[in-house]
């Protein structure tokens, strides 16, 4: 902090939310703390009423650091009521920018933050930042470099974050400004997940740039994480049903055709990983035909 500019509220909101994640969250809280950086930040950390020490270990980081990490201890899980994570973390921080990481994910460059603010100012129109990530998966115990799209730092298209289907940008990597956040959140609030959602809107905002350094950790089959619930089948059939639906209403927040188009394949990716067959597929382009969303677009042709 003594390297800090003076200023009333932080440049940089982290956002971190949290379930369940004694055995990682001091090390995701020691990848925000140990940023080097001449700006200040603040640390917003949501947990959604675990039932392990989780909110322990924050209430300890929080005595040690009051003026940076700002805690929202949930009294009852509010994931098991519908009600996602990262919006409420949005509509709180006060930074120009946001910066994006799960408790059980880390960071690993403590000039991360800085080289992702360097981009903003010194890169044009970018209104979202993202770089690779390691993946290490917990029940094997391996790592591997993952989204290491390029060799080098450059501007990307929207249609790669399109065609990502979310697997893009690691969400531990992501940082983007704090524009229009509330308007955002409306076009995603009934999608199963929002970073999807939130990569394509951000983008359609301005630029996007990647950096190739790897500055993250993200663990993938982790107890109770977003893989691991996947493994269920039926958990992946009413994710794949739910982004069709979620796909088809967030596509109407934009009059590009050709956006709306690419989201469009996208959606009948899900739809065809749901039906699983051709005579299926069939039915549900069927039912999407009759939406409002497909009846003037070319994108039938592609369907």
Known sequence: MKNWRKSDQPLVSICCTTYNHDAFISMA?????????????????????????????????????????????????????????????????????????????????PLKLKKQYSVFKGSGNISICFHSAEELDCSKGTRKVICKHFSSDKKVLIDDVISGRGGYMPTASIMFKNTYVSEMVETFEGAPIGDYFMQVYMSSLGGVYFLSDSMCVYRRNSIGGWTSRQKEQSARQSYYLEMVSAIDTFAQNFEDVKLKEQLYLVLRFYAQSYIGSSRGYKKIVAFYKLTRALKSLSVLNVL
């Not at 949930?74 to 921080?93: C, D, H």
Request: glycine share 4%; charged share 30%.
């Open 29 to 109: 809280l020691d990848g925000f703390l140990m940023q080097k950086t001449d700006f200040s930040f603040e640390i917003l950390i949501r947990d959604d009423c675990s039932t392990d020490n989780t909110a322990e270990i924050i209430r300890e980081y929080v005595k040690k650091y009051p003026h940076i990490i700002k805690p929202i201890y949930e009294t009852e899980n509010q994931f098991s009521k519908g009600v996602k994570a990262m919006p409420i973390l949005y509509r709180q921080a006060l930074g120009e920018y946001i910066a994006l990481c799960e408790g059980d994910d880390y960071w690993t460059d």
